[in-house]
């Protein structure tokens, strides 16, 4: 690695050898992964070349309109992810959209009114996508419970709507675990921040030679940043996912006979 400690291209390409050892433990042990590993890791290199083209067009010359627009197309593909967890959902997409943008659009918005991060395109758009990345973990955390939580409650829930509880009421329960399953990896990697590992932020900051208690600023920011977006991405997925379960007279509408991963359910 050279003195910038930013490896070269051909350290870069080197830096194969370890792909190759992955695949040859996976042969090794005869894991059937030999031929997906390679794939990733190409797709991975191919991918992270495009975007780092596409970003240095975005960074020199679109400015603040244009890392905007890139947040905006990271909403957009987090939330076809996201959906995909909880797809039996009516509208799982559009909810995944609502609660990414929501927690996204919030987030970001208070760190640059409050002047916390600067207006840069080259802050905005790795912040943007940070905030997007635990927005979208959150969301697809919730949906997937969700669609859990309607089929194995569904008879505790229509008892409750038979007493007479409206929708909310009678799916109130079942939203709130979503909502704190879809927290609990935000929380716990909040709590343990610096002692198990040292987060991305921190460590790309201290190997570009950035003081180490000037990288920690950043980082409590980030942690800060994805926690907000994290409950904001939940409540709001979670919100919006238990008025498209019902129906105008407070019925719990039916889901698909498949489960969140498309496994069929017995009978």
Do not use: C
Request: aromatic share 2%; charged share 15%; no cysteine.
């Amino acid at each position: 690695m050279n003195a910038g400690n930013i490896p070269s291209w051909a350290e870069v390409a080197a830096s194969g050898l370890l792909v190759v050892l992955a695949v040859a433990i996976a042969a090794r042990q005869r894991l059937g992964l030999s031929r997906e590993l390679v794939v990733a890791a190409l797709r991975a290199a191919l991918q992270l070349a495009a975007v780092g083209a596409v970003l240095l067009v975005v960074l020199q010359r679109t400015g603040l309109p244009g890392s905007l627009v890139w947040v905006a197309a990271m909403v957009a593909i987090a939330a076809h992810v996201a959906g995909h967890r909880g797809r039996v959902l009516p509208h799982a997409r559009a909810l995944a959209a609502a609660g990414i943008a929501t927690g996204t659009a919030v987030s970001l918005g208070l760190l640059l009114a409050l002047g916390v991060i600067s207006t840069r395109p080259e802050v905005i758009v790795p912040v943007g996508g940070m905030i997007v990345s635990g927005a979208m973990q959150a969301t697809g955390l919730a949906l997937l419970r969700l669609a859990d939580e309607t089929r194995t409650a569904r008879p505790q829930i229509e008892a409750r709507l038979s007493l007479g509880l409206s929708a909310r009421d009678a799916f109130g329960p079942h939203r709130r675990t979503a909502a704190r399953t879809a927290l609990l990896p935000a929380i716990d990697s909040t709590k343990v921040v610096g002692l198990i590992s040292l987060p991305g932020a921190m460590t790309g900051l201290i190997l570009a030679g950035v003081d180490p208690l000037t990288a920690i600023r950043y980082q409590i920011v980030v942690m800060y940043m994805l926690l907000a977006a994290a409950a904001l991405a939940a409540v709001t997925t979670s919100r919006l996912a238990e008025r498209t379960l019902f129906d105008t007279a407070h019925r719990l509408r039916p889901l698909p006979a498949f489960t969140a991963d498309r496994t069929r359910v017995p009978g």
